[in-house]
Structure formats: structure tokens, C-alpha cells
């Protein structure tokens, strides 16, 4: 008979020695800590889209008085006072959140005719559910979007286009595009804007008064708290949304964070202690993240962050695998992510100059953009604060783009310069940047044209000025 293989008892490496000597250095208590520590950061990944949405909407009842049913508006772009993730300088927004524990919610939106008019219907995780405009569902000719609740049976009554966000909360951001910078089209597009009307299904036969708030030159402050308020905001949208089976681990684990659906959140001092750290780590992570990505031009530091947000609908999910990494970076440094990216809108993320350093503040910098940049509508270029992936706060100019009064080339290019202070004459054509502050810049083109994708035009790298 022959002989069993005896097994072998695997002796630890030198590393791990040393691992498992510095393990018994630290006391029950704090490695309890740490695990919780670590969990705290994991959680801020999930959570961070839930996060930013009930930021948004904390921000809509607070800053803008608004109730469920208003709509937010911006009759001139946006200044720095527009606190929200990575928001465009140059179109005139709408904005509002719903909820549709009550009932479904219809949105009446008149045709685009006027002006250009597009964007997306968002669920609380920020998955864009419907597009709307020339490159939506109503292809521009307007008509009744009805906002359905989970799990609804009813269905949307004719002549409805049905939205399904799957989740209670949500909210839509749409763009309004004047056809010229002219007064009159300007006017025309604010009078598109205010004949969008929401209401809820109940009551169509006669609906509510609601108001169209503008919010231009106020604060409206939708930042992310990166510290331990992180997780009361966490814990109220899982409070407010039904758990979905993918979920499940991470509920788990938001226990010990004594998040619980269904009980209040409470965290002690120490606690407490412990998330802000935990948020502060999560923040650096993303910060560090923003430099990453894939060029999109070879050889250049313009980037794609990720390539899972398009192929999924930004949902972040396929069979095998929810890329939690990656659908954090995105929903830390944008919101309001289109279904169809690439047909209305594309962006691009500058966070390194030419040499692949980080973007700092206190330096200066020069990007050239070349002529006939290929879009139907208009290009901008725009500055952010990494801490925050928001406008920089006091900045006196945040944004160049292709409507503005712009120094130009003999080439028909524009140099676009980066600093605190504008070069000598070249105000017009300066984004400022606050010294002690990383930035990162956005590239948009609306309306883009088949040059961009076949690179048969490229954008040039964000060089520093010595």
C-alpha cells in the first residue's frame, strides 16, 4: 500500500515575518480600528455616486429654496458660485431632483427649435437613464416624459415616454444652447427653459404651480464633504433606496460603520474620528486617480480616466464585475454623465502638462489650441480644484471658450494661458488658478464631428510657461 504524501507546513517568507511581528506590535483595540478604518474607505468608493446625488440635493432645498417639482435654472453661465462636480462655464443649465415615492412624476419639454436643448434623466446612483433633445428619446420635438417609480406595474399611460431610474431619488441636468451669442437667441433659449414644466402624473388633468428658480450668481453648493459627514449623507440615501442584490457585500460591511437600513445613524466621537480619516484617504485617492487614465491622442497627456462608464451606460456593471474604482473616479470629478456619450458631447481630462507633472496652481501655463476644432456647436476649455473637482472658488475666470472674444493666431489657433495672473494683454484669453492648488482642466466638444474620433485633428498637451 503505498505511503500518503505527508503535507508540508508552508513556512512564511522574511516579509511576511516581519508583517506578522508588526501585527503583534498593535493591540486588539487597534486593529478593530483599523479594519473599520478600512472599511470606511471602501465604503466611501461604493457610496461616492449616492454621495454626490444627495449632496446635489441638499444643495437644491438649501441654497435654491426649491421643493420637489421646481425647476433650477441659470439665466446666464455659470460662475464659480455654481459649486457643483466639473458643470460647464458656457451653457445656461436646468436642473432639478425628483422623487417618486408619490407617485410618478411627468415632465412636459417643449421642442428644441429656439435653441439647442439636451441632457439626461439620472438615478440616484448617477446611471443616466434617458437622454432627452435632437440626440434623446424626443429627437428634439419635446413631448411628456413620465419619471416611474421602482418596480412599477402600471407602466406609462399613452403618449408618455416612460423613464425607469429603477431607484426613488434622481434628478435631471439639461443644457440649453443658445443658436448665437446675440441677445435674441439668448432670450429665445431662456423662453425654451421656462415652458419646461414638472408636476406629478396625479395631477395632469390640473397640475400645481411650480417655479422656475434662477440661481445665476448665487451659491448653489453641491460639494461632497470629505469628512465624516461623508457617511451621514451614505446613510441617508441607503436609508431612502431599496437594496439591490448586488449590493449585498457592501451592506454587510456598512454595519460595522453602524450604517443599517432602517436605524438611525449615531457614530460616537471615536467613530467619528475614524470616518474622517477614512474620508480624507478617499479624497487623496481620487485626487491621484484624476492624473490617470488613457491618452486619447498617442502621446499626449489628454486623457480618457476610464473606459467601463461608456461600454456600460455608466453603470459600471457587466456579468462578471461592478468596477466600483472606476465608477468612483467618475462620479468624484463629474455628474450628469449622458446615456449616449459621444453623440451630443465629448470630454476630455488635461490633469498633467506636457511633461506628465501634476498641474499646480501657483505655476504658469500655455495651451494652443489649433484652428477648426471639429464641432458643429462649440468647444471650452475649463479649470477645476482637484480637492473638490469644482469650479475654484473667487476665481475671476474659469473658462475660454469658442463663443468668447479670444486673442487669435495668424493660424486661426488660440493660446489659452493658465495662472493667478493673466500675461501682459492677454486677459481675454487667461483661466486663473489659485496658488497652492493642483487643477485639472476639462476639453469639451459639443456637437462632435467624425475629426476627433479618426484623430485626424488632435489637441495639443497644456505646456508650463518657464
Known amino acids: 500500500m503505498p505511503s500518503m504524501p505527508t503535507t508540508q507546513k508552508r513556512m512564511p517568507t522574511r516579509d511576511a515575518k516581519a508583517a506578522l511581528a508588526k501585527l503583534h506590535d498593535y493591540s486588539a483595540r487597534e ?6 478604518e478600512r472599511r470606511a474607505v471602501e465604503a466611501a468608493i461604493w457610496g461616492i455616486p449616492l454621495v454626490s446625488m444627495a449632496a446635489m440635493r441638499a444643495a437644491f432645498f438649501r441654497d435654491a429654496g426649491a ?54 434623466f439620472v438615478n440616484a446612483w448617477q446611471e443616466p437613464i434617458v437622454d432627452i433633445g ?78 422656475h428658480i434662477d440661481m445665476s450668481g448665487k451659491l448653489f453648493d453641491g460639494t461632497v464633504p470629505f469628512d465624516d459627514t461623508l457617511f451621514a449623507h451614505l446613510a441617508r440615501m441607503v436609508n431612502e433606496e431599496d437594496i439591490e442584490t448586488r449590493d449585498l457585500v ?23 474620528g475614524i470616518l474622517d480619516a477614512a474620508a480624507g484617504e478617499a479624497q487623496a485617492g ?19 480616466l476610464e473606459n467601463i462608464g461608456a461600454r456600460t451606460g455608466f453603470t459600471f456593471q457587466t456579468d462578471d464585475a461592478l468596477y466600483i474604482d472606476e465608477r468612483a473616479l467618475i462620479y468624484y470629478m463629474a455628474f450628469a454623465a449622458p446615456k449616449n456619450l459621444g453623440a451630443g458631447t465629448f470630454y476630455l481630462m488635461g490633469a498633467n502638462d506636457s511633461t506628465g507633472h501634476a498641474l499646480h496652481g501657483e505655476d504658469r501655463y500655455r495651451l494652443t489650441v489649433p484652428a477648426k476644432v471639429p464641432v458643429r456647436q462649440y468647444w471650452a476649455v475649463t479649470v477645476y480644484d482637484c480637492e473638490s473637482a469644482c469650479f475654484m472658488r473667487e476665481a475671476p475666470s474659469i473658462s475660454i471658450d469658442s463663443f468668447q472674444q479670444t ?60
Not at 486593529?31 to 473599520?36: G, Y
Not at 443644457?175 to 427653459?193: K, M
Not at 492624473?291 to 497627456?301: A, E, M, V
Open 31 to 36: 486593529l478593530a480600528r483599523r479594519s473599520i
Open 67 to 120: 421643493r420637489y417639482n421646481d425647476i433650477v435654472y441659470f439665466s446666464q453661465p455659470a460662475d464659480w458660485r455654481f459649486q457643483f462636480t466639473t458643470p460647464n462655464a458656457s451653457t445656461y443649465y436646468v436642473y432639478f431632483n425628483f422623487n417618486t415615492k408619490d407617485g410618478p412624476v411627468v415632465l412636459e419639454l417643449p421642442s428644441a427649435e429656439d435653441a439647442g436643448l439636451f441632457g439626461s
Open 134 to 211: 435632437p440626440e434623446g428619446e424626443d429627437r428634439g420635438r419635446g413631448g411628456k416624459y413620465v419619471i416611474l417609480p421602482p418596480n412599477d406595474l402600471a407602466g406609462a399611460p399613452d403618449r408618455y415616454i416612460p423613464v425607469h431610474p429603477g431607484t426613488s431619488n434622481g434628478y435631471a441636468l439639461f443644457r440649453t444652447i443658445p443658436h448665437s451669442a446675440s441677445e435674441t437667441d439668448i432670450a429665445a433659449a431662456l423662453a425654451l427653459v421656462r415652458r419646461i414644466r414638472l408636476y406629478p402624473l396625479a395631477s395632469a388633468s390640473d397640475p400645481p404651480r411650480h417655479r
Open 250 to 272: 457592501a451592506m454587510r460591511q456598512l454595519r460595522s460603520l453602524g450604517i443599517r437600513k432602517g436605524e438611525a445613524f449615531a457614530p460616537d466621537d471615536e467613530m467619528r
Open 286 to 304: 481620487f485626487m491621484e486617480g484624476l492624473r490617470g487614465g488613457t491618452p486619447f491622442f498617442p502621446g499626449t497627456q489628454w486623457k480618457l
Open 407 to 466: 486673442e487669435k493666431n495668424a493660424d486661426g489657433s488660440v493660446d489659452v494661458y493658465f495662472g493667478p495672473t493673466p500675461p501682459e494683454g492677454q486677459d481675454s484669453n487667461w483661466i486663473y488658478t489659485e496658488p497652492g492648488k493642483r487643477w485639472f482642466a476639462l476639453f469639451r466638444f459639443y456637437g462632435p464631428e467624425p475629426a476627433l474620433f479618426d484623430k485626424s485633428w488632435t489637441l495639443t498637451d497644456i505646456e508650463e510657461i518657464l
